[in-house]
């Protein structure tokens, strides 16, 4: 399909974030209580962020009752254009009109998204990288990965790193650090080992800066030289560059380099997940592009499509490629509305600089966020390109303040702003912008933010003072 200019036509209440009265409104409320009569006590979002969404538009979102939102969720990071980017719309009408579901069949709109994804590579990855299309989500992908490397190596164990988020598929959570959601699940994946990841504002050897010189890395490299270290040989580690459910951590370059360099020499596959930071959320298409290594195998989906057609995928070193025919299959692995989305979403990538926006954006949501620092509650205040998080922890004691993060989110929510939490006992207030989220955007946004820390931590300080 040749490119368009597509003329992108806004909602008149699409320009400034609006709340009236109490949230939820009526209107909400009552989509609200028919959600809880009606479906799984599993779902998430509404709990902490009480509306139903009527429509949207870029980053905005306007709920049943007309209460206009800036959405810094971004569907959990897969609105990377933000909603119903003109152009992937055209592009997924376009599709709709030959074909929608092709299984694993060659396709013109395949194709093209496949070539469209290869081309965004590093040069040196490209002639040896083969794609195998997945069920599509990120977890699905994730299992797809563990299961190339076990195949190709032989090998059953599997490496992964404390704090890591992979999925909620059974696989996929063997993988994640997060305990909470394995134990009510017994039986998980066997032979799965954690490691320390470089999350050095709270050392996981409790060490200081100034004694630390393992930078965590030392430690899985002791374990897996050590014919005592009680790890066999893995098939794989698994990785994220930033973990983001995890509470936006990037890893140390150091970190990485050395992961990278410890797997070639013992001949383990490295598997990056960039289910969240690919795509150019981390300013490059991919985050590993910033360390200066390239993976064996990584992980991509929620953006793949940049509009929410879902679509999932890893790319391999072809060396891997052993597995038989049907190794990993899935139904709707041939989404073509997908298909035709993605490629038009790297065109517009390319064409308009948004890696070059989430560059300058990221330097100006550290300048803006810089001032909390000095609040007494915030840890730190870290991210990369569009993935940020403020951690929130007692003064004193260090410890995570969830229920002052959940005060910012609710503050932030009904001042016309949604974030998401994340991290140790959700203590991170996390934001996920659409990459192509212009200055004025992120400056209303950051305001918003600040104005609920500050609001968040003076009720503290208000009830501390009430109850001493």
Excluded at 163 to 174: L, Q, R
Excluded at 308 to 326: E, S
Excluded at 354 to 375: M, T
Aim: overall charge negative; hydrophobic content about 45%.
């Amino acid at each position: 399909m040749s490119a368009q200019t597509i003329t992108p036509t806004v909602p008149s209440w699409a320009s400034a974030p609006v709340v009236s009265g109490e949230l939820p409104g009526p209107r909400s409320a009552a989509l609200l209580e028919r959600q809880e009569r009606r479906e799984s006590n599993a779902r998430t979002y509404p709990r902490r962020l009480p509306i139903a969404i009527a429509e949207a538009s870029g980053p905005w979102v306007r709920d049943l009752d007309g209460n206009v939102f800036i959405d810094f969720l971004s569907g959990a990071g897969v609105l990377s254009l933000g909603h119903n980017h003109p152009a992937l719309v055209d592009a997924v009408t376009r599709q709709l009109a030959s074909l929608t579901h092709g299984l694993d069949f060659p396709t013109p709109a395949k194709d093209a998204f496949v070539e469209a994804q290869l081309s965004m590579l590093p040069p040196s990855m490209r002639d040896r990288t083969k794609v195998h299309l997945c069920g599509p989500t990120g977890a699905n992908a994730v299992d797809a990965a563990v299961k190339l490397c076990k195949t190709a190596t032989g090998r059953g164990d599997i490496v992964a790193f404390q704090g890591a988020f992979h999925g909620s598929s059974h696989a996929a959570m063997a993988l994640t650090g997060l305990v909470a959601q394995k134990q009510p699940v017994p039986g998980g994946m066997p032979g799965v080992h954690f490691f320390p990841y470089s999350y050095c504002s709270r050392c996981p050897l409790a060490l200081t800066p100034e004694t630390c010189e393992t930078n965590c890395v030392a430690f899985l490299e002791r374990a897996l030289r050590d014919g005592n270290g009680g790890v066999p040989r893995p098939a794989a580690v698994v990785l994220e560059l930033v973990q983001g459910e995890g509470g936006v951590i990037p890893a140390r370059p150091a970190f990485v380099t050395r992961v990278r360099e410890l797997t070639r020499e013992l001949g383990v596959p490295l598997v990056v997940d960039e289910v969240q930071t690919g795509c150019g959320r981390t300013g490059t298409w991919f985050a590993f592009e910033q360390y200066g290594i390239e993976p064996d195998v990584v992980v991509a989906s929620k953006a793949l499509s940049g509009i929410g057609t879902p679509v999932a995928m890893i790319f391999y070193d072809r060396r891997l490629d052993v597995w038989a025919p049907g190794a990993h299959t899935g139904t709707f692995r041939g989404n073509q509305l997908a298909f035709a989305a993605g490629t038009e979403a790297v065109r517009l990538v390319r064409d308009e600089d948004v890696l070059g926006n989430v560059r300058a954006r990221a330097a100006q949501i550290e300048d803006r966020l810089a001032e909390l620092k000095n609040f007494p509650h915030v840890r730190e205040v870290r991210g990369l390109g569009m993935m940020w998080g403020v951690e929130l922890a007692g003064p004193e004691d260090g410890r995570p303040a969830a229920g002052l993060a959940r005060a910012v989110q609710s503050h932030a929510l009904r001042h016309g702003l949604i974030v998401e939490l994340g991290g140790r006992e959700d203590c991170v207030v996390r934001m996920l912008p659409p990459l192509n989220t212009t200055a004025d955007v992120v400056d209303a946004a950051c305001g918003i933010l600040l104005d609920a820390v500050e609001a968040a931590e003076a009720a503290e300080a208000a009830e501390t003072a009430r109850i001493s």
